[in-house]
Protein backbone atom coordinates (compact mmCIF):
# COMPACT_ATOMS: atom_id res chain seq x y z
CA UNK A 1 0.00 0.00 0.00
CA UNK A 2 1.49 3.30 -0.78
CA UNK A 3 2.23 5.65 2.30
CA UNK A 4 0.43 9.30 2.52
CA UNK A 5 3.25 11.72 4.16
CA UNK A 6 2.25 14.84 5.04
CA UNK A 7 4.36 16.84 2.24
CA UNK A 8 5.61 19.95 4.71
CA UNK A 9 6.15 17.75 7.75
CA UNK A 10 7.99 19.77 10.22
CA UNK A 11 10.18 17.59 11.00
CA UNK A 12 14.28 17.99 10.49
CA UNK A 13 15.53 15.05 8.16
CA UNK A 14 19.14 15.95 7.84
CA UNK A 15 20.69 18.82 9.60
CA UNK A 16 24.32 19.91 9.33
CA UNK A 17 25.74 21.83 12.75
CA UNK A 18 28.95 23.93 12.43
CA UNK A 19 30.67 21.93 9.96
CA UNK A 20 33.92 23.10 8.83
CA UNK A 21 36.32 21.37 6.27
CA UNK A 22 39.38 21.90 5.00
CA UNK A 23 41.85 20.16 2.69
CA UNK A 24 45.70 20.47 2.68
CA UNK A 25 48.03 21.97 5.46
CA UNK A 26 49.85 24.92 6.38
CA UNK A 27 49.83 27.99 3.68
CA UNK A 28 48.26 25.96 1.04
CA UNK A 29 45.11 24.99 2.85
CA UNK A 30 41.53 25.47 1.64
CA UNK A 31 38.69 25.97 3.80
CA UNK A 32 36.55 24.22 1.66
CA UNK A 33 33.50 24.14 4.60
CA UNK A 34 33.63 27.31 7.51
CA UNK A 35 31.08 26.59 9.91
CA UNK A 36 28.05 25.62 7.64
CA UNK A 37 24.69 24.92 9.71
CA UNK A 38 22.02 23.61 7.88
CA UNK A 39 18.40 21.93 8.95
CA UNK A 40 16.92 20.36 5.93
CA UNK A 41 12.78 19.96 7.23
CA UNK A 42 11.40 16.63 6.24
CA UNK A 43 9.32 16.88 2.74
CA UNK A 44 11.08 19.86 1.70
CA UNK A 45 13.39 20.58 -1.86
CA UNK A 46 16.11 22.48 -0.62
CA UNK A 47 18.13 23.85 -3.10
CA UNK A 48 22.16 24.35 -2.47
CA UNK A 49 23.49 27.42 -4.71
CA UNK A 50 26.84 29.64 -4.90
CA UNK A 51 29.54 30.29 -6.85
CA UNK A 52 32.43 27.40 -8.37
CA UNK A 53 34.12 26.49 -5.22
CA UNK A 54 31.96 28.02 -2.67
CA UNK A 55 31.69 24.56 -0.97
CA UNK A 56 28.36 23.31 -2.54
CA UNK A 57 30.11 19.89 -3.47
CA UNK A 58 31.54 19.57 -0.32
CA UNK A 59 28.41 20.09 1.76
CA UNK A 60 26.49 17.85 -0.06
CA UNK A 61 29.08 15.04 0.34
CA UNK A 62 29.40 15.62 4.12
CA UNK A 63 25.47 15.54 4.92
CA UNK A 64 25.23 12.41 2.31
CA UNK A 65 28.06 10.11 4.41
CA UNK A 66 30.05 10.19 1.55
CA UNK A 67 33.03 12.15 3.17
CA UNK A 68 33.72 13.37 6.56
CA UNK A 69 33.50 17.13 8.21
CA UNK A 70 37.00 17.95 9.48
CA UNK A 71 34.57 19.04 12.54
CA UNK A 72 30.83 19.50 13.69
CA UNK A 73 28.27 16.76 12.56
CA UNK A 74 25.72 15.53 10.71
CA UNK A 75 22.82 14.32 11.37
CA UNK A 76 21.03 12.25 9.11
CA UNK A 77 17.07 11.57 10.88
CA UNK A 78 18.41 10.69 14.21
CA UNK A 79 21.81 9.14 13.29
CA UNK A 80 24.90 11.27 13.82
CA UNK A 81 26.92 9.88 11.28
CA UNK A 82 30.35 10.74 13.06
CA UNK A 83 29.05 8.13 15.59
CA UNK A 84 28.86 5.17 13.20
CA UNK A 85 31.06 2.36 12.11
CA UNK A 86 31.90 2.00 8.96
CA UNK A 87 29.67 -0.77 8.53
CA UNK A 88 26.69 1.15 9.43
CA UNK A 89 27.71 4.38 7.64
CA UNK A 90 27.63 1.92 3.99
CA UNK A 91 24.26 0.84 5.26
CA UNK A 92 22.90 4.30 5.59
CA UNK A 93 24.56 5.26 2.32
CA UNK A 94 22.54 1.89 0.90
CA UNK A 95 18.78 1.82 2.57
CA UNK A 96 18.57 5.45 3.72
CA UNK A 97 19.73 7.83 1.26
CA UNK A 98 19.56 8.01 -2.45
CA UNK A 99 21.55 9.72 -5.05
CA UNK A 100 21.36 11.45 -8.50
CA UNK A 101 24.19 12.56 -10.06
CA UNK A 102 25.00 14.74 -12.82
CA UNK A 103 26.78 11.70 -14.96
CA UNK A 104 23.55 9.37 -14.59
CA UNK A 105 26.05 6.68 -12.94
CA UNK A 106 23.71 3.81 -14.60
CA UNK A 107 25.07 0.53 -15.49
CA UNK A 108 25.80 0.04 -18.99
CA UNK A 109 25.00 -3.51 -19.12
CA UNK A 110 21.84 -3.18 -17.41
CA UNK A 111 18.36 -2.61 -18.58
CA UNK A 112 16.43 0.05 -16.88
CA UNK A 113 14.43 -2.18 -14.49
CA UNK A 114 17.68 -3.74 -13.48
CA UNK A 115 19.49 -0.37 -12.85
CA UNK A 116 16.22 0.97 -10.91
CA UNK A 117 16.00 -1.82 -8.64
CA UNK A 118 20.07 -2.66 -8.28
CA UNK A 119 20.38 -0.87 -4.74
CA UNK A 120 17.57 -2.83 -3.53
CA UNK A 121 18.72 -6.03 -5.15
CA UNK A 122 22.14 -5.65 -3.48
CA UNK A 123 20.47 -5.15 -0.49
CA UNK A 124 18.33 -8.48 -0.55
CA UNK A 125 14.79 -6.94 -1.41
CA UNK A 126 12.48 -6.40 -3.78
CA UNK A 127 10.43 -3.14 -4.67
CA UNK A 128 7.03 -3.12 -3.27
CA UNK A 129 5.52 -3.36 -6.21
CA UNK A 130 2.81 -1.03 -6.20
CA UNK A 131 5.59 1.78 -5.29
CA UNK A 132 7.58 0.69 -8.25
CA UNK A 133 4.66 1.36 -10.63
CA UNK A 134 3.53 4.42 -9.12
CA UNK A 135 7.33 5.49 -9.60
CA UNK A 136 7.55 4.74 -13.15
CA UNK A 137 4.55 6.05 -14.18
CA UNK A 138 5.74 9.30 -12.33
CA UNK A 139 8.88 9.23 -14.47
CA UNK A 140 7.25 8.07 -17.16
CA UNK A 141 8.97 5.02 -18.07
CA UNK A 142 6.68 2.24 -18.67
CA UNK A 143 7.52 1.35 -22.24
CA UNK A 144 11.59 1.88 -21.60
CA UNK A 145 12.30 -0.81 -19.28
CA UNK A 146 13.73 -3.10 -21.01
CA UNK A 147 16.30 -0.91 -22.67
CA UNK A 148 19.35 -0.56 -21.90
CA UNK A 149 21.22 3.03 -20.75
CA UNK A 150 22.89 3.59 -24.62
CA UNK A 151 19.24 2.80 -26.26
CA UNK A 152 17.76 5.79 -24.03
CA UNK A 153 18.43 9.62 -24.24
CA UNK A 154 20.10 11.70 -21.40
CA UNK A 155 16.99 12.58 -19.94
CA UNK A 156 15.46 9.23 -20.31
CA UNK A 157 18.74 7.98 -18.28
CA UNK A 158 18.23 10.47 -15.91
CA UNK A 159 15.00 9.76 -15.50
CA UNK A 160 16.03 6.44 -14.64
CA UNK A 161 18.21 7.77 -12.08
CA UNK A 162 15.45 9.74 -10.24
CA UNK A 163 13.45 6.19 -10.34
CA UNK A 164 16.70 4.55 -8.76
CA UNK A 165 17.19 6.84 -5.88
CA UNK A 166 13.14 7.14 -5.16
CA UNK A 167 11.89 3.20 -5.08
CA UNK A 168 13.46 2.72 -1.98
CA UNK A 169 11.96 5.30 -0.45
CA UNK A 170 14.84 6.73 1.21
CA UNK A 171 14.33 9.31 4.12
CA UNK A 172 16.66 11.85 1.82
CA UNK A 173 17.63 12.34 -1.60
CA UNK A 174 21.00 14.19 -2.76
CA UNK A 175 20.70 15.34 -6.14
CA UNK A 176 24.24 17.03 -7.24
CA UNK A 177 23.77 19.26 -10.62
CA UNK A 178 21.01 16.72 -12.27
CA UNK A 179 20.34 18.56 -15.46
CA UNK A 180 24.06 19.58 -15.65
CA UNK A 181 23.86 17.34 -18.21
CA UNK A 182 20.78 17.58 -20.17
CA UNK A 183 18.88 20.02 -22.54
CA UNK A 184 16.28 22.24 -20.95
CA UNK A 185 13.56 20.15 -22.06
CA UNK A 186 14.65 16.65 -20.87
CA UNK A 187 16.09 19.07 -17.64
CA UNK A 188 12.53 20.73 -16.79
CA UNK A 189 11.02 16.99 -17.02
CA UNK A 190 13.43 15.86 -14.34
CA UNK A 191 12.64 18.74 -12.46
CA UNK A 192 9.39 18.17 -12.68
CA UNK A 193 9.49 14.48 -11.92
CA UNK A 194 11.76 15.66 -8.52
CA UNK A 195 9.49 18.62 -7.81
CA UNK A 196 6.50 16.36 -7.89
CA UNK A 197 8.25 13.73 -5.86
CA UNK A 198 8.13 16.05 -2.78
CA UNK A 199 5.06 17.17 -3.56
CA UNK A 200 2.89 13.89 -3.72
CA UNK A 201 4.94 11.63 -2.49
CA UNK A 202 6.33 13.62 0.59
CA UNK A 203 10.12 12.60 -0.67
CA UNK A 204 13.00 14.77 0.72
CA UNK A 205 15.29 16.56 -1.65
CA UNK A 206 18.48 18.34 -1.60
CA UNK A 207 19.84 19.45 -4.61
CA UNK A 208 23.02 21.35 -5.55
CA UNK A 209 22.57 23.57 -8.70
CA UNK A 210 24.04 26.59 -10.20
CA UNK A 211 20.39 27.11 -12.34
CA UNK A 212 18.24 29.97 -11.17
CA UNK A 213 15.25 28.15 -13.00
CA UNK A 214 16.48 24.25 -11.81
CA UNK A 215 16.43 26.01 -7.71
CA UNK A 216 12.85 27.42 -8.66
CA UNK A 217 11.17 24.29 -8.89
CA UNK A 218 12.30 23.96 -5.38
CA UNK A 219 10.42 24.91 -1.59
CA UNK A 220 14.15 27.17 -0.18
CA UNK A 221 17.29 28.15 -1.65
CA UNK A 222 20.64 28.09 0.83
CA UNK A 223 23.10 30.16 -0.56
CA UNK A 224 26.69 29.70 -0.31
CA UNK A 225 29.96 31.94 -0.46
CA UNK A 226 33.75 30.82 0.72
CA UNK A 227 32.38 27.61 2.60
CA UNK A 228 29.41 29.99 4.63
CA UNK A 229 25.72 29.70 4.34
CA UNK A 230 25.08 33.63 3.65
CA UNK A 231 21.33 34.28 2.22
CA UNK A 232 18.47 32.25 1.63
CA UNK A 233 14.87 32.60 0.04
CA UNK A 234 11.78 30.42 0.25
CA UNK A 235 9.63 30.03 -2.48
CA UNK A 236 11.71 30.61 -5.05
CA UNK A 237 10.81 31.90 -8.63
CA UNK A 238 13.96 32.00 -11.39
CA UNK A 239 13.49 35.94 -11.30
CA UNK A 240 14.10 36.47 -7.40
CA UNK A 241 16.96 33.58 -7.64
CA UNK A 242 18.71 35.77 -10.22
CA UNK A 243 18.25 38.66 -8.25
CA UNK A 244 19.83 37.30 -5.21
CA UNK A 245 22.88 35.82 -7.03
CA UNK A 246 23.53 38.88 -8.83
CA UNK A 247 23.51 40.72 -5.06
CA UNK A 248 25.73 37.80 -3.99
CA UNK A 249 28.05 38.56 -6.54
CA UNK A 250 27.98 42.45 -6.48
CA UNK A 251 28.77 41.85 -2.64
CA UNK A 252 31.47 39.65 -3.33
CA UNK A 253 33.01 42.41 -5.79
CA UNK A 254 33.09 45.02 -3.08
CA UNK A 255 34.95 42.54 -0.74
CA UNK A 256 37.90 41.70 -3.08
CA UNK A 257 38.01 45.25 -3.62
CA UNK A 258 38.74 45.87 -0.38
CA UNK A 259 40.96 43.09 0.10
CA UNK A 260 43.16 44.68 -2.58
P1 LIG B 1 31.62 23.89 -5.34
O1 LIG B 1 30.93 22.58 -5.34
O2 LIG B 1 30.78 25.01 -4.78
O3 LIG B 1 32.23 24.25 -6.65
P2 LIG B 1 33.62 22.52 -3.75
O4 LIG B 1 32.92 22.00 -2.56
O5 LIG B 1 33.89 21.57 -4.88
O6 LIG B 1 32.83 23.80 -4.29
O7 LIG B 1 35.00 23.14 -3.32
C1 LIG B 1 35.18 24.08 -2.25
C2 LIG B 1 36.66 24.42 -2.14
O8 LIG B 1 37.37 23.27 -1.69
C3 LIG B 1 37.30 24.85 -3.44
O9 LIG B 1 38.27 25.84 -3.15
C4 LIG B 1 37.97 23.57 -3.92
O10 LIG B 1 39.08 23.87 -4.73
C5 LIG B 1 38.38 22.91 -2.61
N1 LIG B 1 38.42 21.44 -2.71
C6 LIG B 1 37.35 20.63 -2.94
N2 LIG B 1 37.72 19.34 -2.94
C7 LIG B 1 39.07 19.32 -2.69
C8 LIG B 1 40.05 18.29 -2.56
N3 LIG B 1 39.74 17.01 -2.67
N4 LIG B 1 41.31 18.68 -2.32
C9 LIG B 1 41.65 19.98 -2.18
N5 LIG B 1 40.78 21.00 -2.29
C10 LIG B 1 39.51 20.69 -2.54
Known amino acids: M ?10 VAARAADLVKTYGKGAAQVRALDGVSLDVR ?3 YTAVMGPSGSGKSTLMHCMAALDTPTSGTVTIGDSDLGELKDKTLTLLRRDRVG ?27 T ?8 VIDAVGL ?3 LDHRPNEMSGGQQQRVACARALVSRPEIVFADEPTGNLDSTSGAEVLAFLRRSVSEFGQTIVMVTHDPVAASYTD ?5 A ?18 HMTALQALAGQNAGQDL
Open 2 to 11: TETVPSHSRE
Open 42 to 44: AGE
Open 99 to 125: FVFQAFNLVPTLTARENIVLPLSIAGA
Open 127 to 134: PDPEWFAT
Open 142 to 144: ADR
Open 220 to 224: RVVFL
Open 226 to 243: DGRVVDELRDPTAETVLE
